[in-house]
């Protein structure tokens, strides 16, 4: 029942900025932890960021510390990731999760979200 709207996606070059946008709907926001993975080709699955139901707690792969910043708008119901000083490496798609109860263990884990987006293709040339 809970959708989740992803855009913001496309191509730009390395040193770049993008941000990522996930508008979610049919469920209380609030309630729900989001996150952010990414998947390249031929490559599993791998966290990136993650922020808690209630805003306190955010999360980030090492990689990406002090580059990516994640955020949500509870008045649009819409979480977001800032990507500045972008990499070739950084090259994925780019999915939004969600989910109602996460033990804070969980929250860097794809297998423990229930809802997920449809995935936006970032693309970072050298």
Same mark, same amino acid.
């Not at 469920?27 to 599993?44: C, D, H, I, L």
């Given at each position: 029942?809970?959708?989740? &709207?992803?855009?913001?996606?496309?191509? =730009?070059?390395?040193?770049?900025?993008?941000?990522?946008?996930?508008?979610?709907?049919?469920?209380?926001?609030?309630?729900?932890?989001? /996150?952010?993975?990414?998947?390249?080709?031929?490559?599993?699955?791998?966290?990136?960021?993650? =922020?808690?139901?209630?805003?306190?707690?955010?999360?980030?792969?090492?990689? &990406?510390? /002090?580059?990516?910043?994640?955020?949500?708008?509870?008045?649009?119901?819409?979480?977001?990731?800032?990507?500045?000083?972008?990499?070739?490496?950084?090259?994925?798609?780019?999915?939004?999760?969600?989910?109602?109860?996460?033990?804070?263990?969980?929250?860097?884990?794809?297998?423990?979200?229930?809802?997920?987006?449809?995935?936006?293709? &970032?693309?970072?040339?050298?």
């Amino acid at each position: 029942q809970v959708q989740l &709207v992803e855009s913001g996606g496309g191509m =730009v070059q390395a040193g770049g900025s993008l941000r990522l946008s996930c508008e979610v709907s049919g469920v209380t926001f609030s309630r729900y932890n989001m /996150g952010w993975f990414r998947q390249a080709p031929g490559k599993e699955r791998e966290f990136v960021a993650a =922020v808690r139901a209630n805003g306190g707690y955010t999360y980030y792969r090492e990689s &990406v510390k /002090g580059r990516f910043t994640i955020s949500r708008d509870s008045a649009k119901t819409t979480v977001y990731l800032q990507m500045n000083y972008l990499k070739p490496e950084d090259t994925a798609t780019y999915f939004c999760a969600a989910d109602r109860e996460l033990i804070l263990s969980a929250m860097r884990d794809p297998s423990a979200y229930d809802w997920w987006g449809q995935g936006t293709q &970032v693309t970072v040339s050298s």
